[in-house]
């Protein structure tokens, strides 16, 4: 997706998404995953196609070294309007850069993360192959890796829910759609991005569901209200618990891998 394209849907993105329910809970979710894998901060983290910095802005007032890569410039003035709002000391560990994913390691001048995030553009992608190549080279040695990517293996759940039946049926063996903000989507499997970065001397450690009945309730209509903290709250730590469990991860719509780059040889340990 070009930066023309995000400019007309960063409102809709950083404002409207993220403050629905959903998106409180995919931030939750994701958080509290990576905390089970990233190195104690300062760790420097990268966060590729960051947006409007949901994701890495918690990670930067934790008191991680955050750097911010997007290609859309749209995205990233909302990026710099919510770091405005934050404490000056977790400004100070923020620093934006206006690049496309696939140029990450020269737009970083070769610098070497201990995290690599990726959450929720891999399915921009025509191939994920580029991307990920980039973010398994800006990992340092020992170092993780974070990528969240549409689940193939759930397609038919959403059309499903939507009650179009013959979108459904035919959705079974898709690998794409026109996504929630109205823009093609494609979709991958965990076993295929595992394999994808363990060619690239990553390790895949674990890999997560990051929602599921949030996603199911909204595509069926029912209303949830964000401005009910209580009812969030209990919505995330159910959807945190189903995320880590079979068969309930495996019927998420989206999934979150976490791998770990080896030494220069790219062997490392394998865990499961």
Not at 3 to 28: E, I, P
Not at 66 to 91: F, G, H, I, N
Not at 182 to 211: C, F, H, I, N, Q
Request: proline share 6%; hydrophobic share 40%.
């Amino acid at each position: 997706m070009d930066d023309d394209t995000w400019a007309g849907l960063a409102d809709q993105f950083a404002d409207g998404a993220y403050a629905s329910v959903k998106g409180r809970v995919r931030t939750y979710v994701l958080h509290q995953q990576l905390l089970e894998h990233l190195p104690p901060p300062p760790a420097p983290v990268l966060d590729v196609g960051g947006g409007a910095g949901h994701q890495s802005f918690p990670l930067a007032q934790a008191g991680y070294d955050v750097t911010l890569l997007d290609p859309s410039s749209a995205m990233l003035d909302k990026a710099r309007q919510r770091l405005d709002r934050l404490p000056d000391e977790a400004q100070r560990r923020v620093t934006l850069l206006e690049a496309d994913g696939e140029n990450a390691d020269e737009a970083v001048n070769g610098r070497r993360f201990a995290a690599v995030l990726c959450h929720g553009v891999l399915g921009y992608q025509e191939q994920p192959e580029p991307l990920v190549d980039q973010l398994c080279r800006c990992a340092a040695a020992g170092g993780i890796v974070s990528i969240m990517a549409g689940n193939a293996n759930a397609m038919a759940v959403r059309p499903a829910l939507e009650r179009r039946w013959d979108d459904a049926l035919a959705s079974f063996d898709a690998r794409g759609e026109i996504g929630v903000l109205g823009v093609p989507t494609r979709a991958d499997t965990v076993e295929e991005l595992s394999e994808l970065v363990r060619s690239r001397g990553v390790e895949p450690l674990r890999w997560y569901g990051v929602w599921l009945f949030v996603d199911w309730l909204d595509f069926s209509g029912a209303e949830l209200d964000p401005g009910d903290s209580e009812q969030v709250a209990a919505a995330a730590a159910v959807e945190l618990e189903a995320g880590r469990r079979d068969p309930y991860r495996g019927l998420s719509r989206v999934f979150h891998l976490v791998g770990r780059k080896g030494p220069n040889d790219g062997t490392t340990a394998a865990k499961r």
